[in-house]
């Protein structure tokens, strides 16, 4: 989990703790981090090492959302919209 962390000294991160989320992807406990940018932009994220790949159950930020709908066999994505290169503020 938290594979990609913010590496950058100016990322402030805070700690949230343990949060148990339902998401369409099934019941997950997840570890849930507020952190602000060096411009101050706001993002959230709830990750789980249940979670294949990543670990990120749900992202939430100032450009866009993320929630995790499925995984393993038989999951398909539902991005809307062109895809956009993958950004996380703070790196």
Known sequence: ?????RRK???RIQDKGTVELTTAAGRFST???????????????WTSKAARLW??????GKRFEMELIGQGKGA?????GVPAKWH????
Do not use: C, K, M, T
């Open 1 to 5: 989990v938290d594979r990609y962390i």
């Open 9 to 11: 000294p100016s990322a």
């Open 31 to 45: 570890r849930h981090i507020v952190w602000f940018d060096g411009q101050g932009n706001r993002a959230e994220e």
């Open 55 to 60: 670990g990120l159950v749900r992202y939430r």
């Open 76 to 80: 398909r994505s539902r991005i809307r």
């Open 88 to 91: 996380i503020p703070g790196l």
